[in-house]
């Protein structure tokens, strides 16, 4: 299936999605726009963001149920980490939903063994 960048939202409907504070729209009070476009973009500062949906999940699952949204309408997502990268790799210029995972960061198990860990931010 084909990921469109034109398409109609129901901002309430995504809003409860995974419930309030978490999702916002580009017109949103919440943030000024330079602080909302901050989140759609790295430090190469080539690319100009162009993006008016940004999500904050705090869980694995909030993160299932975006993608999953996403999915059955035909929504891009762009994830956004640190936003230190100097590639131009996860920049949200067209349209993308941006998906910041900077809510996860609560360490909830670690495998010495395997040396990986599951984490989330309060």
């Given at each position: 299936?084909?990921?469109?960048?034109?398409?109609?939202?129901?901002?309430?409907?995504?809003?409860?999605?995974?419930?309030?504070?978490?999702?916002?729209?580009?017109?949103?009070?919440?943030?000024?726009?330079?602080?909302?476009?901050?989140?759609?973009t790295?430090?190469?500062?080539?690319?100009?963001?162009?993006?008016?949906?940004?999500?904050?999940?705090?869980?694995?699952?909030?993160?299932?149920?975006?993608?999953?949204?996403?999915?059955?309408?035909?929504?891009?997502?762009?994830?956004?980490?640190?936003?230190?990268?100097?590639?131009?790799?996860?920049?949200?210029?067209?349209?993308?939903?941006?998906?910041?995972?900077?809510?996860?960061?609560?360490?909830?198990?670690?495998?010495?063994?395997?040396?990986?860990?599951?984490?989330?931010r309060?």
């Amino acid at each position: 299936m084909s990921m469109t960048t034109n398409f109609t939202i129901n901002k309430s409907e995504l809003k409860s999605l995974i419930g309030p504070g978490k999702i916002f729209f580009r017109d949103d009070p919440e943030f000024d726009e330079t602080t909302f476009l901050s989140f759609g973009t790295d430090r190469t500062k080539v690319y100009q963001p162009d993006f008016d949906i940004l999500a904050f999940p705090t869980t694995t699952e909030e993160v299932a149920k975006i993608i999953k949204y996403a999915y059955e309408n035909e929504i891009s997502i762009v994830p956004s980490g640190g936003r230190t990268g100097y590639a131009g790799g996860a920049i949200a210029k067209n349209k993308e939903l941006v998906l910041s995972l900077s809510k996860m960061d609560k360490v909830l198990d670690f495998d010495p063994f395997l040396e990986v860990s599951k984490y989330r931010r309060e």
